[in-house]
């Protein structure tokens, strides 16, 4: 990559770090994004609702969309874009199309999370001026790099002589779970031979390059609410079915769920809300959740342990409970041709290659959705992870990625791309 196009890139991630906006409204990020491509020219620009099919899993709130419409219109956002985007059907999908070949896809994610950024000056987003400029929103995991890297690799394969079609998607609200599911069944995934969804940071240096990560954890969330009966506290509290009891009930229970032997589980109850004043037993309390597995068997198993401790907890308070779970991401795994492509990318960078040593993304991905569904019609599918030197964890207050990671993977993956063609 040359100066120049490398600059460029490290200022979109910063411009994009300013501005961190969470799933389903990521408006000026769009904007911002098919500002860049459409410089590039590809010969197809799908956008917002164009990528998507109707349903959506976890969408905002009208309030929400509102504020996040008139946040984005004070920052610029082209107005014609916007208007694609104000539904909260956000990202895109660049296409070029060069003739007889393959058809590649490269999957980025945009959205940041409900965080706030650190102010620590030995913070660099903060000494250099990009901090987030909204509170409790933060890119606390790459995804600005990410969508810098997408328009990247767009660029270098326009540049060079690839023959087939390559696809870029900058993918919305990865973070709740969700961007991934409604672009599986929009018709954009059928044609793909070879899918290579990316990652940065890993709690790796950089110039490590890790081919196929494998270490997804399956993920569902869940909810629950509990019904009881109101009493004053003092005077009646045996007349009363202790809404808050219940809740507490399950918590303890749903983390002394036992663990399976055949592999990593997790649950955590994360939202607790309930109750009106100190001297009212509460008749209504909800909780919110995870479940995990190192496979999608292992997710099934807490959940189904999850559903049958809420709805006891309830009985054992004569409280009633409504449980929802969401249509959460399964596990998935990599095409070793694939893999070996990417190594053989990555060696002739001169980066490391090590693989996938189990704990790499440590978490779950909804990129597994698209790896699966592009598995079932017949192609290829490897998740690719770039290491940054990040000097804390992901999604914590000062997490940061070393910005030389953004030519590293650029010119690492578009290697690969034109060598799928060859």
């Not at 000494?127 to 995991?141: L, N, P």
Request: net charge negative.
């Amino acid at each position: 990559m040359n100066a120049k196009s490398r600059s460029r890139l490290i200022e979109l991630r910063r411009d994009l770090h300013r501005r961190p906006e969470i799933g389903w409204r990521e408006f000026y990020t769009t904007g911002r994004i098919v500002e860049e491509l459409e410089d590039i020219g590809p010969d197809e620009l799908y956008v917002g609702r164009e990528i998507h099919r109707e349903e959506r899993i976890r969408p905002p709130t009208d309030d929400q969309l509102a504020r996040a419409r008139e946040r984005a219109l004070e920052t610029g956002v082209d107005e014609d874009v916007l208007e694609r985007v104000a539904d909260g059907y956000t990202g895109a999908l660049a296409v070029l199309e060069r003739g007889e070949g393959p058809t590649v896809l490269v999957r980025v994610d945009i959205d940041g999370l409900p965080q706030s950024e650190s102010e620590d000056p030995d913070h660099v987003p903060a000494a250099e001026g990009f901090r987030s400029e909204y509170g409790e929103r933060m890119h606390a995991c790459g995804h600005d790099a990410h969508a810098a890297i997408g328009v990247g690799v767009l660029e270098a394969v326009a540049e060079s002589d690839f023959e087939g079609t390559l696809k870029v998607l900058f993918q919305p609200a990865e973070e709740l779970g969700a961007g991934a599911a409604s672009v599986v069944g929009s018709g954009h995934l059928e044609d793909v031979d070879s899918l290579l969804a990316v990652h940065v940071g890993l709690d790796v240096e950089t110039g490590v390059v890790i081919p196929g990560i494998e270490s997804f954890l399956a993920i569902n969330g869940f909810e629950a609410t509990f019904e009881g009966a109101p009493a004053h506290a003092g005077n009646s509290p045996h007349e009363g079915a202790h809404a808050i009891q219940a809740l507490s009930t399950a918590v303890g229970n749903l983390h002394a769920i036992p663990r399976h032997g055949d592999g990593a589980t997790r649950i955590n109850v994360g939202v607790v809300e309930g109750g009106t004043a100190t001297n009212i037993v509460p008749e209504s309390a909800s909780l919110q959740g995870e479940v995990r597995g190192a496979t999608t068997e292992l997710r099934n198993y807490v959940e189904d342990h999850a559903a049958r401790v809420l709805r006891s907890a309830a009985e054992a308070h004569d409280c009633e409970v409504d449980v929802s779970f969401r249509d959460g991401a399964p596990s998935a795994e990599c095409d070793d041709t694939l893999v070996d492509a990417v190594s053989a990318a990555a060696a002739g960078r001169d980066a490391t290659v090590t693989p996938d040593e189990g704990d790499a993304l440590g978490g779950s991905e909804d990129a597994t959705r698209l790896m699966r569904a592009v598995q079932r019609s017949g192609g290829d599918a490897t998740y690719v992870g770039f290491g940054a030197s990040n000097p804390t964890g992901h999604h914590t207050a000062t997490f940061d990625v070393d910005e030389a990671v953004i030519p590293l993977a650029v010119d690492t993956l578009a290697d690969m791309v034109r060598a799928l063609s060859a």
